[in-house]
């Protein structure tokens, strides 16, 4: 099984930048579509950004888009989200997701769509 790991959450300021990642171990063989999900207290799960197998379809949510990129090293098993001008309804539990599926420009959306979840890394925005 493909266990994930995410890291480098933390305490930032609003306006500031941070980069969260997720490590894949694990049987990692064929291709894997990874997504960052986030859930602040009290709402649902939500996507954040979803990278296709091949990086060639890229989703992002509106309420990040223009602020967060994400990418991918397949070599490292590593996906990364950069954030920028943080706000503080960024505040969230950050994860990230991955499935395995044979359409290398599938982005899913939705968190039923994936199968293989991380721990989840906080993230906190204050003034």
């Known amino acids: 099984q493909v266990q994930l790991v995410e890291s480098g959450g933390g305490l930032v300021a609003a306006g500031d930048s941070l980069t969260i990642t997720c490590v894949m171990s694990g049987r990692t063989s064929g291709g894997y579509v990874m997504g960052w999900f986030r859930q602040a207290p009290g709402k649902e799960r939500e996507p954040v950004a979803v990278i296709s197998r091949s990086s060639s379809e890229i989703y992002y949510e509106d309420s990040v888009k223009g602020r967060a990129t994400i990418s991918r090293e397949d070599a490292k098993n590593t996906v990364y989200l950069q954030m920028r001008s943080l706000k503080r309804e960024d505040t969230a539990v950050y994860y990230c997701?991955?499935?395995?599926?044979?359409?290398?420009?599938?982005?899913?959306?939705?968190?039923?769509?994936?199968?293989?979840w991380g721990q989840g890394t906080q993230v906190t925005v204050s003034s």
């Open positions: 997701a991955g499935r395995r599926h044979w359409d290398s420009m599938w982005t899913p959306k939705s968190s039923e769509q994936f199968d293989t």
